[in-house]
Protein backbone atom coordinates (compact mmCIF):
# COMPACT_ATOMS: atom_id res chain seq x y z
CA UNK A 1 0.00 0.00 0.00
CA UNK A 2 1.23 3.68 -0.69
CA UNK A 3 2.35 5.85 2.09
CA UNK A 4 0.44 9.24 2.64
CA UNK A 5 2.54 12.00 2.10
CA UNK A 6 0.98 13.48 4.87
CA UNK A 7 2.41 12.88 8.38
CA UNK A 8 -0.66 12.22 10.75
CA UNK A 9 -0.32 13.50 14.45
CA UNK A 10 -0.24 10.50 16.78
CA UNK A 11 -2.85 10.55 19.40
CA UNK A 12 -1.83 11.21 22.48
CA UNK A 13 -2.40 8.82 25.49
CA UNK A 14 -5.80 8.93 27.10
CA UNK A 15 -5.11 11.04 30.22
CA UNK A 16 -6.03 9.16 33.61
CA UNK A 17 -8.47 11.01 36.35
CA UNK A 18 -5.44 12.36 38.24
CA UNK A 19 -3.67 13.71 35.00
CA UNK A 20 -7.24 15.12 33.50
CA UNK A 21 -7.35 17.21 37.13
CA UNK A 22 -4.12 18.25 36.95
CA UNK A 23 -4.99 19.42 33.32
CA UNK A 24 -7.78 21.00 33.88
CA UNK A 25 -6.27 22.86 37.19
CA UNK A 26 -3.48 23.53 35.40
CA UNK A 27 -5.34 25.53 32.76
CA UNK A 28 -7.86 27.09 35.18
CA UNK A 29 -4.73 28.49 36.90
CA UNK A 30 -4.62 31.51 33.44
CA UNK A 31 -8.05 32.66 34.69
CA UNK A 32 -7.48 33.47 38.10
CA UNK A 33 -8.24 36.99 37.27
CA UNK A 34 -11.85 35.88 37.15
CA UNK A 35 -12.33 34.14 40.31
CA UNK A 36 -15.26 36.47 41.23
CA UNK A 37 -17.01 36.21 38.15
CA UNK A 38 -16.54 32.74 38.89
CA UNK A 39 -18.25 32.74 42.33
CA UNK A 40 -21.15 34.81 41.76
CA UNK A 41 -22.14 32.23 38.57
CA UNK A 42 -21.59 29.79 40.99
CA UNK A 43 -23.88 31.15 43.50
CA UNK A 44 -26.42 32.01 41.11
CA UNK A 45 -26.26 28.27 39.91
CA UNK A 46 -27.06 26.98 43.44
CA UNK A 47 -29.69 29.35 44.19
CA UNK A 48 -31.14 28.07 40.68
CA UNK A 49 -31.23 24.59 41.66
CA UNK A 50 -32.55 25.23 45.34
CA UNK A 51 -35.05 27.39 43.74
CA UNK A 52 -36.18 25.27 41.47
CA UNK A 53 -36.44 21.87 44.00
CA UNK A 54 -38.51 24.53 46.42
CA UNK A 55 -40.56 25.61 43.46
CA UNK A 56 -41.32 21.72 42.57
CA UNK A 57 -42.35 21.18 46.24
CA UNK A 58 -44.18 23.86 47.10
CA UNK A 59 -46.65 23.28 43.51
CA UNK A 60 -47.48 19.69 44.93
CA UNK A 61 -48.01 20.88 48.54
CA UNK A 62 -50.51 23.82 46.84
CA UNK A 63 -52.20 21.08 44.53
CA UNK A 64 -52.29 18.72 47.63
CA UNK A 65 -54.00 21.90 49.66
CA UNK A 66 -56.10 22.80 46.78
CA UNK A 67 -57.47 19.14 46.84
CA UNK A 68 -58.03 18.85 50.32
CA UNK A 69 -59.92 22.53 51.82
CA UNK A 70 -60.03 24.87 48.48
CA UNK A 71 -58.67 27.46 46.99
CA UNK A 72 -59.27 30.02 50.44
CA UNK A 73 -56.68 27.95 52.96
CA UNK A 74 -54.61 27.60 49.97
CA UNK A 75 -54.12 30.62 49.29
CA UNK A 76 -50.68 31.43 51.23
CA UNK A 77 -49.50 28.40 49.36
CA UNK A 78 -50.22 29.83 45.72
CA UNK A 79 -48.70 33.16 47.03
CA UNK A 80 -45.62 31.55 47.76
CA UNK A 81 -45.55 29.10 44.54
CA UNK A 82 -45.93 32.49 42.57
CA UNK A 83 -43.34 33.89 44.34
CA UNK A 84 -40.69 31.10 43.52
CA UNK A 85 -41.62 30.67 39.93
CA UNK A 86 -40.70 34.65 39.88
CA UNK A 87 -37.44 33.91 41.76
CA UNK A 88 -36.62 30.97 39.39
CA UNK A 89 -36.97 33.20 36.37
CA UNK A 90 -35.00 35.99 37.45
CA UNK A 91 -31.76 33.89 39.35
CA UNK A 92 -31.80 31.81 36.03
CA UNK A 93 -31.71 34.97 33.87
CA UNK A 94 -28.48 36.73 36.12
CA UNK A 95 -27.44 33.29 35.86
CA UNK A 96 -27.55 32.47 31.90
CA UNK A 97 -26.16 36.85 31.91
CA UNK A 98 -22.99 36.11 34.24
CA UNK A 99 -22.02 32.81 32.94
CA UNK A 100 -22.03 34.70 29.49
CA UNK A 101 -20.32 37.08 30.28
CA UNK A 102 -17.60 34.66 32.20
CA UNK A 103 -17.28 32.89 29.31
CA UNK A 104 -16.25 35.85 26.96
CA UNK A 105 -13.87 36.72 29.31
CA UNK A 106 -12.52 33.05 29.55
CA UNK A 107 -12.77 32.37 26.01
CA UNK A 108 -10.74 35.99 25.61
CA UNK A 109 -8.32 35.16 28.14
CA UNK A 110 -6.95 32.10 26.87
CA UNK A 111 -6.98 33.00 23.10
CA UNK A 112 -4.80 35.98 24.02
CA UNK A 113 -2.60 33.66 25.58
CA UNK A 114 -2.44 31.33 22.35
CA UNK A 115 -1.89 34.03 20.44
CA UNK A 116 0.94 34.84 22.46
CA UNK A 117 2.33 31.81 22.34
CA UNK A 118 1.91 31.25 18.83
CA UNK A 119 3.39 34.93 18.37
CA UNK A 120 6.29 33.45 20.68
CA UNK A 121 6.86 30.26 18.22
CA UNK A 122 6.72 31.96 15.31
CA UNK A 123 10.58 32.19 14.71
CA UNK A 124 10.94 28.92 15.77
CA UNK A 125 8.29 27.15 12.99
CA UNK A 126 5.68 26.70 15.48
CA UNK A 127 8.27 24.60 17.05
CA UNK A 128 7.36 21.73 14.56
CA UNK A 129 3.51 22.04 15.26
CA UNK A 130 1.41 22.66 12.21
CA UNK A 131 0.03 25.70 12.03
CA UNK A 132 -3.86 23.78 11.35
CA UNK A 133 -3.47 22.26 15.43
CA UNK A 134 -2.82 25.57 16.06
CA UNK A 135 -5.12 27.15 14.75
CA UNK A 136 -8.00 24.16 16.07
CA UNK A 137 -6.28 25.30 19.44
CA UNK A 138 -6.89 28.40 19.35
CA UNK A 139 -10.58 27.77 18.21
CA UNK A 140 -12.07 24.92 18.80
CA UNK A 141 -9.98 23.42 22.04
CA UNK A 142 -10.28 27.01 23.40
CA UNK A 143 -14.17 26.94 23.00
CA UNK A 144 -14.39 23.40 24.74
CA UNK A 145 -12.66 25.25 27.60
CA UNK A 146 -15.00 28.07 27.76
CA UNK A 147 -17.69 25.91 27.99
CA UNK A 148 -16.33 23.73 30.68
CA UNK A 149 -15.15 26.28 32.98
CA UNK A 150 -17.99 28.89 32.07
CA UNK A 151 -21.12 27.12 31.77
CA UNK A 152 -20.10 23.57 33.34
CA UNK A 153 -17.51 23.62 36.36
CA UNK A 154 -19.98 25.93 38.50
CA UNK A 155 -22.65 23.56 37.78
CA UNK A 156 -20.74 21.02 38.78
CA UNK A 157 -19.60 22.38 41.94
CA UNK A 158 -22.86 24.35 42.80
CA UNK A 159 -24.82 20.66 42.11
CA UNK A 160 -22.41 19.30 45.04
CA UNK A 161 -23.50 21.71 47.16
CA UNK A 162 -27.19 21.41 46.29
CA UNK A 163 -26.73 18.09 46.43
CA UNK A 164 -25.42 18.02 50.19
CA UNK A 165 -28.12 20.73 51.26
CA UNK A 166 -31.03 18.65 49.88
CA UNK A 167 -29.77 15.74 51.57
CA UNK A 168 -29.10 17.67 54.98
CA UNK A 169 -32.54 19.16 54.52
CA UNK A 170 -34.83 16.23 54.05
CA UNK A 171 -32.74 14.21 56.62
CA UNK A 172 -33.29 16.92 59.51
CA UNK A 173 -36.98 16.70 58.04
CA UNK A 174 -37.79 12.77 57.49
CA UNK A 175 -35.31 11.66 59.70
CA UNK A 176 -32.75 7.78 58.09
CA UNK A 177 -35.19 7.24 55.45
CA UNK A 178 -33.78 10.12 53.44
CA UNK A 179 -30.72 8.83 53.29
CA UNK A 180 -32.28 7.15 49.95
CA UNK A 181 -31.80 10.47 48.43
CA UNK A 182 -27.87 11.35 48.42
CA UNK A 183 -27.63 7.04 48.49
CA UNK A 184 -29.21 7.75 44.61
CA UNK A 185 -27.48 10.78 43.86
CA UNK A 186 -24.26 8.79 44.13
CA UNK A 187 -25.39 5.72 41.95
CA UNK A 188 -26.46 8.36 39.31
CA UNK A 189 -23.19 10.34 39.86
CA UNK A 190 -21.48 6.69 39.70
CA UNK A 191 -22.32 6.25 35.96
CA UNK A 192 -20.20 8.63 34.70
CA UNK A 193 -17.68 8.13 37.03
CA UNK A 194 -17.09 4.22 35.78
CA UNK A 195 -17.37 5.47 32.29
CA UNK A 196 -14.64 8.59 32.65
CA UNK A 197 -11.61 6.50 31.45
CA UNK A 198 -13.72 5.25 28.05
CA UNK A 199 -14.77 9.17 28.26
CA UNK A 200 -10.97 10.22 28.36
CA UNK A 201 -10.23 7.99 25.49
CA UNK A 202 -12.77 9.42 23.55
CA UNK A 203 -12.35 13.12 24.39
CA UNK A 204 -8.87 12.48 23.30
CA UNK A 205 -9.17 10.69 19.95
CA UNK A 206 -12.27 13.45 18.93
CA UNK A 207 -9.73 16.32 19.80
CA UNK A 208 -7.02 15.17 18.03
CA UNK A 209 -8.67 14.16 14.97
CA UNK A 210 -10.54 17.42 14.88
CA UNK A 211 -6.95 19.03 15.01
CA UNK A 212 -5.72 16.78 12.40
CA UNK A 213 -8.84 18.07 10.29
CA UNK A 214 -8.22 21.86 10.53
CA UNK A 215 -4.37 20.96 9.88
CA UNK A 216 -5.26 19.19 6.88
CA UNK A 217 -7.87 21.94 5.73
CA UNK A 218 -5.07 24.50 5.86
CA UNK A 219 -2.15 22.57 4.02
CA UNK A 220 -4.46 21.39 1.71
CA UNK A 221 -5.19 25.80 0.82
CA UNK A 222 -1.34 26.13 1.12
CA UNK A 223 -0.62 23.32 -1.62
CA UNK A 224 -3.22 23.75 -3.78
CA UNK A 225 -0.86 24.87 -6.83
CA UNK A 226 1.86 21.99 -6.33
CA UNK A 227 -1.42 19.57 -5.72
CA UNK A 228 -2.67 20.53 -8.51
CA UNK A 229 0.40 20.68 -10.95
CA UNK A 230 1.82 17.29 -9.43
CA UNK A 231 -1.77 15.61 -9.96
CA UNK A 232 -2.81 14.74 -6.64
CA UNK A 233 -5.74 16.23 -5.88
CA UNK A 234 -7.52 12.32 -5.67
CA UNK A 235 -4.99 12.07 -2.99
CA UNK A 236 -5.88 14.96 -1.03
CA UNK A 237 -9.56 14.56 -1.44
CA UNK A 238 -8.97 10.97 0.03
CA UNK A 239 -7.19 12.63 3.07
CA UNK A 240 -9.85 15.11 3.63
CA UNK A 241 -12.39 12.47 3.38
CA UNK A 242 -10.09 10.00 5.73
CA UNK A 243 -9.90 12.87 8.30
CA UNK A 244 -13.74 13.43 7.97
CA UNK A 245 -14.53 9.91 9.06
CA UNK A 246 -12.01 9.82 11.77
CA UNK A 247 -14.23 13.15 13.26
CA UNK A 248 -17.53 11.48 12.35
CA UNK A 249 -16.32 7.95 14.39
CA UNK A 250 -15.03 9.94 17.16
CA UNK A 251 -18.10 11.75 17.71
CA UNK A 252 -20.47 8.56 16.88
CA UNK A 253 -18.57 6.94 20.01
CA UNK A 254 -18.75 10.00 22.17
CA UNK A 255 -22.72 10.31 21.24
CA UNK A 256 -23.38 6.40 22.24
CA UNK A 257 -21.41 6.49 25.62
CA UNK A 258 -23.18 10.08 26.19
CA UNK A 259 -26.29 8.14 25.33
CA UNK A 260 -25.58 5.10 27.73
CA UNK A 261 -25.10 7.34 30.64
CA UNK A 262 -28.22 9.91 29.87
CA UNK A 263 -30.15 6.09 29.86
CA UNK A 264 -28.65 4.86 33.10
CA UNK A 265 -29.29 8.25 34.95
CA UNK A 266 -32.95 8.48 33.48
CA UNK A 267 -33.66 4.46 34.88
CA UNK A 268 -32.18 5.33 38.05
CA UNK A 269 -34.08 8.55 38.32
CA UNK A 270 -37.37 6.74 37.54
CA UNK A 271 -36.53 3.85 39.96
CA UNK A 272 -35.96 6.27 42.84
CA UNK A 273 -39.11 7.60 41.97
CA UNK A 274 -40.60 4.39 42.45
CA UNK A 275 -38.54 3.29 45.13
CA UNK A 276 -39.79 6.50 47.32
CA UNK A 277 -43.13 5.52 46.14
CA UNK A 278 -43.53 2.24 47.70
CA UNK A 279 -41.48 3.60 50.74
CA UNK A 280 -44.06 6.36 51.54
CA UNK A 281 -47.09 4.62 50.59
CA UNK A 282 -46.22 1.31 52.90
CA UNK A 283 -45.12 3.52 55.96
CA UNK A 284 -48.13 5.63 55.64
CA UNK A 285 -50.49 2.68 55.47
CA UNK A 286 -48.89 1.62 58.64
CA UNK A 287 -49.46 4.91 60.58
CA UNK A 288 -45.98 6.08 60.37
CA UNK A 289 -46.17 8.80 57.76
CA UNK A 290 -48.58 11.56 56.83
CA UNK A 291 -50.37 10.41 53.81
CA UNK A 292 -50.91 13.53 52.34
CA UNK A 293 -46.90 14.22 52.58
CA UNK A 294 -46.54 10.89 49.95
CA UNK A 295 -47.02 13.06 47.00
CA UNK A 296 -44.21 15.65 48.55
CA UNK A 297 -42.34 12.54 49.37
CA UNK A 298 -42.32 11.21 45.52
CA UNK A 299 -41.65 14.91 44.28
CA UNK A 300 -38.72 15.58 46.45
CA UNK A 301 -37.26 12.07 44.91
CA UNK A 302 -37.46 13.12 41.80
CA UNK A 303 -36.55 16.37 41.96
CA UNK A 304 -33.35 15.53 44.51
CA UNK A 305 -31.76 14.08 41.30
CA UNK A 306 -31.60 17.61 39.60
CA UNK A 307 -27.68 18.62 41.12
CA UNK A 308 -26.60 15.10 40.27
CA UNK A 309 -27.99 15.37 36.73
CA UNK A 310 -26.15 18.76 36.58
CA UNK A 311 -23.07 16.92 38.07
CA UNK A 312 -23.53 14.01 35.41
CA UNK A 313 -23.59 16.34 32.45
CA UNK A 314 -20.18 18.17 33.33
CA UNK A 315 -18.44 14.78 33.69
CA UNK A 316 -19.31 13.46 30.44
CA UNK A 317 -17.37 16.32 28.90
CA UNK A 318 -14.65 15.80 31.26
CA UNK A 319 -12.79 13.53 28.49
CA UNK A 320 -13.15 16.29 26.15
CA UNK A 321 -12.14 18.90 28.62
CA UNK A 322 -9.03 17.32 29.87
CA UNK A 323 -7.85 16.64 26.13
CA UNK A 324 -8.39 20.34 25.06
CA UNK A 325 -6.79 21.56 28.18
CA UNK A 326 -3.52 19.25 27.61
CA UNK A 327 -3.08 20.63 24.61
CA UNK A 328 -3.69 24.29 24.63
CA UNK A 329 -1.56 24.21 28.27
CA UNK A 330 1.73 22.25 26.24
CA UNK A 331 1.05 24.85 23.55
CA UNK A 332 0.75 28.26 25.93
CA UNK A 333 3.83 26.47 27.82
CA UNK A 334 5.75 25.32 25.06
CA UNK A 335 9.81 26.60 26.01
CA UNK A 336 10.97 28.91 23.63
CA UNK A 337 14.70 29.74 23.94
CA UNK A 338 16.39 29.96 26.53
CA UNK A 339 17.73 33.81 26.99
CA UNK A 340 20.62 34.81 28.18
CA UNK A 341 20.55 36.21 31.68
CA UNK A 342 20.40 39.83 32.19
CA UNK A 343 23.73 41.58 32.71
CA UNK A 344 24.47 43.56 35.91
CA UNK A 345 25.10 47.00 34.03
CA UNK A 346 23.84 47.24 30.38
CA UNK A 347 25.82 50.24 29.96
CA UNK A 348 29.33 48.02 30.70
CA UNK A 349 28.81 46.37 27.76
CA UNK A 350 28.72 49.65 25.60
CA UNK A 351 32.82 49.91 25.95
CA UNK A 352 34.33 48.11 23.09
CA UNK A 353 37.03 45.96 24.33
CA UNK A 354 40.69 45.72 23.86
CA UNK A 355 40.02 42.95 21.42
CA UNK A 356 36.90 44.24 20.27
CA UNK A 357 38.49 45.08 16.85
CA UNK A 358 39.64 41.83 16.09
CA UNK A 359 36.13 40.25 15.28
CA UNK A 360 34.90 43.40 13.34
CA UNK A 361 35.85 45.11 10.47
CA UNK A 362 39.53 44.46 8.77
CA UNK A 363 39.26 47.98 7.56
CA UNK A 364 36.74 51.03 7.26
CA UNK A 365 35.57 51.77 4.02
CA UNK A 366 36.07 55.79 3.00
CA UNK A 367 32.81 55.72 1.99
CA UNK A 368 31.16 53.86 5.71
CA UNK A 369 33.12 56.69 7.52
CA UNK A 370 31.26 59.42 5.65
CA UNK A 371 28.07 57.69 6.06
CA UNK A 372 28.82 57.36 9.64
CA UNK A 373 29.45 61.25 10.26
CA UNK A 374 26.48 62.12 8.12
CA UNK A 375 24.90 65.34 9.66
CA UNK A 376 22.37 64.99 12.35
CA UNK A 377 19.39 65.43 10.51
CA UNK A 378 20.29 62.57 8.21
CA UNK A 379 20.32 60.05 11.55
CA UNK A 380 17.86 57.61 12.06
CA UNK A 381 14.91 58.96 14.11
CA UNK A 382 16.42 56.32 17.12
CA UNK A 383 20.03 56.96 17.04
CA UNK A 384 23.18 56.05 15.23
CA UNK A 385 22.67 52.52 14.52
CA UNK A 386 25.85 50.56 15.27
CA UNK A 387 25.83 46.83 15.77
CA UNK A 388 27.98 44.85 18.50
CA UNK A 389 27.32 41.37 18.29
CA UNK A 390 29.54 39.41 21.01
CA UNK A 391 29.99 35.62 21.40
CA UNK A 392 26.88 35.04 20.20
CA UNK A 393 25.23 31.23 20.95
CA UNK A 394 21.67 30.72 19.79
CA UNK A 395 20.21 26.94 20.19
CA UNK A 396 16.64 26.08 18.93
CA UNK A 397 15.06 23.99 21.30
CA UNK A 398 15.46 20.06 21.12
CA UNK A 399 18.18 20.59 18.82
CA UNK A 400 21.91 19.69 20.40
CA UNK A 401 23.91 21.18 18.16
CA UNK A 402 23.56 25.50 18.51
CA UNK A 403 23.04 26.95 15.00
CA UNK A 404 25.11 29.79 15.91
CA UNK A 405 28.12 29.76 18.39
CA UNK A 406 30.84 32.21 19.14
CA UNK A 407 30.03 35.05 16.52
CA UNK A 408 31.36 38.20 16.35
CA UNK A 409 30.07 41.37 14.53
CA UNK A 410 30.66 45.05 14.51
CA UNK A 411 29.12 47.19 12.32
CA UNK A 412 29.37 50.88 12.27
CA UNK A 413 26.66 53.07 12.08
CA UNK A 414 25.95 54.33 8.50
CA UNK A 415 27.72 50.90 7.12
CA UNK A 416 26.10 48.97 4.62
CA UNK A 417 27.39 45.51 5.23
CA UNK A 418 26.54 42.17 3.54
CA UNK A 419 25.95 38.64 5.50
CA UNK A 420 27.09 35.78 3.23
CA UNK A 421 27.72 32.27 3.72
CA UNK A 422 26.62 28.90 2.63
CA UNK A 423 22.92 27.68 3.21
CA UNK A 424 21.46 26.61 6.54
CA UNK A 425 24.23 28.29 8.25
CA UNK A 426 22.27 30.66 10.50
CA UNK A 427 22.66 33.44 8.63
CA UNK A 428 18.36 34.30 9.03
CA UNK A 429 19.01 32.82 12.62
CA UNK A 430 21.49 35.76 12.95
CA UNK A 431 19.03 38.57 11.59
CA UNK A 432 16.01 36.97 14.32
CA UNK A 433 18.35 37.08 16.90
CA UNK A 434 19.45 40.92 16.05
CA UNK A 435 15.67 41.59 15.70
CA UNK A 436 14.75 39.79 19.04
CA UNK A 437 12.12 37.47 17.77
CA UNK A 438 14.63 34.57 19.16
CA UNK A 439 16.76 34.59 22.11
CA UNK A 440 20.20 33.60 22.54
CA UNK A 441 21.43 31.39 24.68
CA UNK A 442 25.04 33.32 25.46
CA UNK A 443 26.41 36.74 24.29
CA UNK A 444 25.33 40.04 23.86
CA UNK A 445 23.99 42.50 20.77
CA UNK A 446 24.42 45.95 21.31
CA UNK A 447 23.10 48.57 19.62
CA UNK A 448 24.82 52.13 20.10
CA UNK A 449 26.62 50.50 23.02
CA UNK A 450 23.21 49.66 24.77
CA UNK A 451 22.85 45.20 25.38
CA UNK A 452 19.43 44.56 24.02
CA UNK A 453 19.35 41.84 26.33
CA UNK A 454 18.52 44.45 28.80
CA UNK A 455 15.46 46.19 26.87
CA UNK A 456 12.15 45.23 25.83
CA UNK A 457 12.30 43.45 22.59
CA UNK A 458 9.42 46.49 21.37
CA UNK A 459 12.74 48.85 22.01
CA UNK A 460 14.93 47.23 19.96
CA UNK A 461 12.78 46.98 17.42
CA UNK A 462 11.87 50.73 17.12
CA UNK A 463 15.80 50.99 16.53
CA UNK A 464 16.08 47.72 14.29
CA UNK A 465 13.95 46.66 11.59
CA UNK A 466 13.95 43.33 10.21
CA UNK A 467 12.65 42.59 6.38
CA UNK A 468 12.00 39.06 5.84
CA UNK A 469 12.39 36.69 3.11
CA UNK A 470 8.55 36.39 2.46
CA UNK A 471 6.45 39.19 3.61
CA UNK A 472 3.12 37.96 4.30
CA UNK A 473 0.37 40.39 2.03
CA UNK A 474 -2.52 40.66 4.16
CA UNK A 475 -5.90 40.73 2.37
CA UNK A 476 -6.25 44.35 2.55
CA UNK A 477 -5.60 47.72 0.49
CA UNK A 478 -1.98 48.66 -0.32
CA UNK A 479 -2.28 51.37 2.16
CA UNK A 480 -3.30 48.73 4.79
CA UNK A 481 -0.73 46.55 3.95
CA UNK A 482 2.27 48.67 4.70
CA UNK A 483 1.56 48.31 8.28
CA UNK A 484 1.55 51.96 9.41
CA UNK A 485 -1.73 53.55 9.69
CA UNK A 486 -0.03 57.21 10.78
CA UNK A 487 2.45 57.37 8.05
CA UNK A 488 2.03 60.99 5.55
CA UNK A 489 0.86 59.98 2.34
CA UNK A 490 4.43 61.69 1.10
CA UNK A 491 5.95 59.40 3.03
CA UNK A 492 4.36 56.86 2.03
CA UNK A 493 5.66 57.31 -1.66
CA UNK A 494 8.93 57.94 -0.97
CA UNK A 495 9.26 54.39 0.99
CA UNK A 496 7.34 52.86 -1.88
CA UNK A 497 9.95 55.11 -4.57
CA UNK A 498 12.71 53.50 -2.88
CA UNK A 499 11.74 50.04 -2.99
CA UNK A 500 11.30 50.24 -6.24
CA UNK A 501 7.20 49.90 -5.49
CA UNK A 502 5.63 52.90 -6.71
CA UNK A 503 5.03 52.71 -10.45
CA UNK A 504 3.88 49.39 -10.01
CA UNK A 505 1.18 50.75 -7.26
CA UNK A 506 0.57 53.66 -9.68
CA UNK A 507 -0.58 51.32 -12.18
CA UNK A 508 -3.19 49.51 -10.11
CA UNK A 509 -6.76 50.59 -10.48
CA UNK A 510 -7.53 52.23 -6.79
CA UNK A 511 -3.75 53.13 -6.22
CA UNK A 512 -2.72 52.96 -3.11
CA UNK A 513 -6.03 51.76 -1.69
CA UNK A 514 -6.47 48.86 -4.21
CA UNK A 515 -7.22 45.74 -1.86
CA UNK A 516 -4.57 42.95 -2.44
CA UNK A 517 -5.53 39.33 -2.99
CA UNK A 518 -4.91 37.12 0.53
CA UNK A 519 -0.91 36.22 0.36
CA UNK A 520 -0.73 38.80 -2.62
CA UNK A 521 -1.80 35.53 -4.64
CA UNK A 522 -2.04 38.18 -8.38
CA UNK A 523 1.81 39.54 -7.41
CA UNK A 524 4.30 38.65 -8.24
CA UNK A 525 7.63 37.13 -5.75
CA UNK A 526 9.63 40.29 -6.47
CA UNK A 527 6.11 42.70 -6.02
CA UNK A 528 5.94 40.91 -2.21
CA UNK A 529 9.36 41.12 -1.77
CA UNK A 530 9.48 44.78 -2.43
CA UNK A 531 6.56 45.89 -0.39
CA UNK A 532 7.86 43.82 2.50
CA UNK A 533 11.07 46.72 1.74
CA UNK A 534 8.77 49.13 1.62
CA UNK A 535 7.35 48.11 5.05
CA UNK A 536 10.81 48.20 6.54
CA UNK A 537 11.46 51.36 4.84
CA UNK A 538 8.40 53.53 6.03
CA UNK A 539 9.94 52.90 9.68
CA UNK A 540 12.81 54.51 9.01
CA UNK A 541 14.74 52.84 12.08
CA UNK A 542 18.53 53.46 12.27
CA UNK A 543 19.70 49.70 11.71
CA UNK A 544 17.42 47.98 9.00
CA UNK A 545 18.38 43.91 8.54
CA UNK A 546 17.08 42.39 4.92
CA UNK A 547 16.89 38.84 4.55
CA UNK A 548 18.02 38.33 0.82
CA UNK A 549 16.07 41.33 -0.79
CA UNK A 550 16.66 40.91 -4.21
CA UNK A 551 16.30 37.58 -4.67
CA UNK A 552 13.29 37.78 -6.58
CA UNK A 553 14.11 40.55 -8.48
CA UNK A 554 15.86 41.51 -12.24
CA UNK A 555 19.25 42.83 -12.21
CA UNK A 556 18.07 46.38 -13.55
CA UNK A 557 15.25 46.31 -10.35
CA UNK A 558 18.30 45.53 -7.65
CA UNK A 559 20.88 47.79 -9.09
CA UNK A 560 17.77 50.54 -8.91
CA UNK A 561 17.10 49.34 -5.50
CA UNK A 562 20.50 49.33 -4.17
CA UNK A 563 21.22 52.61 -5.44
CA UNK A 564 17.75 54.01 -3.54
CA UNK A 565 19.18 52.16 -0.41
CA UNK A 566 22.68 54.04 -0.51
CA UNK A 567 21.69 57.49 -1.02
CA UNK A 568 18.18 57.06 0.09
CA UNK A 569 19.14 57.82 3.63
CA UNK A 570 23.16 57.67 3.77
CA UNK A 571 23.15 57.57 7.57
CA UNK A 572 21.40 54.24 8.15
CA UNK A 573 23.08 51.04 8.95
CA UNK A 574 22.18 48.46 7.02
CA UNK A 575 23.02 44.74 7.17
CA UNK A 576 21.98 42.55 4.20
CA UNK A 577 22.22 38.70 3.94
CA UNK A 578 22.65 38.05 0.49
CA UNK A 579 23.76 35.44 -1.91
CA UNK A 580 24.09 37.82 -4.69
CA UNK A 581 27.18 38.94 -5.84
CA UNK A 582 25.68 42.99 -6.99
CA UNK A 583 25.06 43.38 -3.28
CA UNK A 584 28.05 42.34 -1.93
CA UNK A 585 29.84 44.57 -4.12
CA UNK A 586 27.47 47.64 -2.77
CA UNK A 587 28.35 47.12 0.35
CA UNK A 588 31.06 48.36 2.80
CA UNK A 589 32.10 45.76 4.10
CA UNK A 590 31.14 41.89 3.69
CA UNK A 591 31.09 39.10 6.86
CA UNK A 592 31.49 35.21 6.15
CA UNK A 593 29.18 33.48 8.72
CA UNK A 594 30.77 29.87 8.02
CA UNK A 595 31.46 26.40 10.17
CA UNK A 596 34.92 25.95 10.53
CA UNK A 597 36.58 28.95 12.71
CA UNK A 598 38.02 32.14 11.58
CA UNK A 599 38.78 32.26 7.47
CA UNK A 600 39.62 34.64 5.85
CA UNK A 601 37.01 35.82 3.06
CA UNK A 602 39.43 37.16 1.08
CA UNK A 603 40.75 33.77 -0.19
CA UNK A 604 36.89 32.93 -0.27
CA UNK A 605 34.77 33.49 -3.70
CA UNK A 606 33.52 36.55 -1.84
CA UNK A 607 36.88 38.39 -1.91
CA UNK A 608 36.67 38.96 -5.77
CA UNK A 609 33.47 40.59 -5.24
CA UNK A 610 34.11 43.28 -2.93
CA UNK A 611 38.22 43.01 -1.75
CA UNK A 612 37.07 43.08 1.86
CA UNK A 613 37.43 40.29 4.48
CA UNK A 614 35.57 40.25 7.32
CA UNK A 615 34.56 37.06 9.70
CA UNK A 616 32.04 36.43 11.92
CA UNK A 617 32.08 32.40 12.32
CA UNK A 618 31.45 30.01 15.52
N1 LIG B 1 12.83 26.40 14.23
C1 LIG B 1 13.90 25.68 14.01
N2 LIG B 1 14.14 24.59 14.76
C2 LIG B 1 15.23 23.84 14.57
N3 LIG B 1 16.18 24.10 13.64
C3 LIG B 1 16.01 25.17 12.86
C4 LIG B 1 14.87 26.02 13.00
N4 LIG B 1 14.96 27.01 12.08
C5 LIG B 1 16.11 26.80 11.41
N5 LIG B 1 16.73 25.69 11.86
C6 LIG B 1 18.00 25.14 11.39
O1 LIG B 1 19.00 26.10 11.68
C7 LIG B 1 19.97 26.13 10.66
C8 LIG B 1 20.17 27.57 10.18
O2 LIG B 1 18.98 28.00 9.53
P1 LIG B 1 18.93 29.45 8.85
O3 LIG B 1 17.57 29.60 8.26
O4 LIG B 1 19.34 30.44 9.87
O5 LIG B 1 20.03 29.30 7.72
P2 LIG B 1 20.42 30.31 6.55
O6 LIG B 1 21.90 30.44 6.60
O7 LIG B 1 19.63 31.55 6.61
O8 LIG B 1 20.00 29.45 5.29
P3 LIG B 1 19.55 29.93 3.80
O9 LIG B 1 20.72 30.64 3.18
O10 LIG B 1 19.26 28.63 3.12
O11 LIG B 1 18.32 30.79 3.96
C9 LIG B 1 19.48 25.19 9.57
O12 LIG B 1 20.20 23.99 9.71
C10 LIG B 1 18.03 24.98 9.88
O13 LIG B 1 17.63 23.70 9.50
Redesign the pocket.
Request: proline share 0%; glycine share 24%.
Given at each position: MRQSTVAQTPVPAAPGLVDMTRSVLAMSRHLRNQRRLFAIVLATVWLSLLLSITTALLSVAAASALAASGARSAGHLLVALLAGVLAVGLVAWFEQWFAHVLAYRVIDTIRLRIHRAIARLAP??L?RRRSGETVSAAMADAESLEWFYAHTAAQVLAGVLAALTVSGLSLAWLGPWALVIPAAQALVVLVPVLLLPRAARQGTMLRAALAELSAHALSARASARETLLLGRLPEVSRQASAQTRRVQSARRALALRTGLEQALIEAASVALVILALILAADLSSRGQFQPDLVPVVVTLAGVSLLPATAITGAMSRLGETAAAAQRVDALIRAPGIRPVAPPASAASYGRPGPDDDASGPQRDPAGAAQKSQAPQDHLGAHGLGSVQVRDLRVR?PD?DRP?LDGVHLDVEAGQMVAVV?P???????LALSLARLIAQEKGQILIDGVDTGAEAPERTRERLVLVG?HPHVFKASVRDNLLAPDAPEEGIWRALEAARLADHVRALPQGLDTVLAERGAAWSGGERQRLGLARGLLRDPSVLVLDEPTAGLDTRTEAEFLEALIHGRPSRTTII?T?RRAVMRACDAVVLLHDGGTRSVSEALWASSCGQAVVGAQ
Open positions: LGAYVVGSGIGKTTQIH
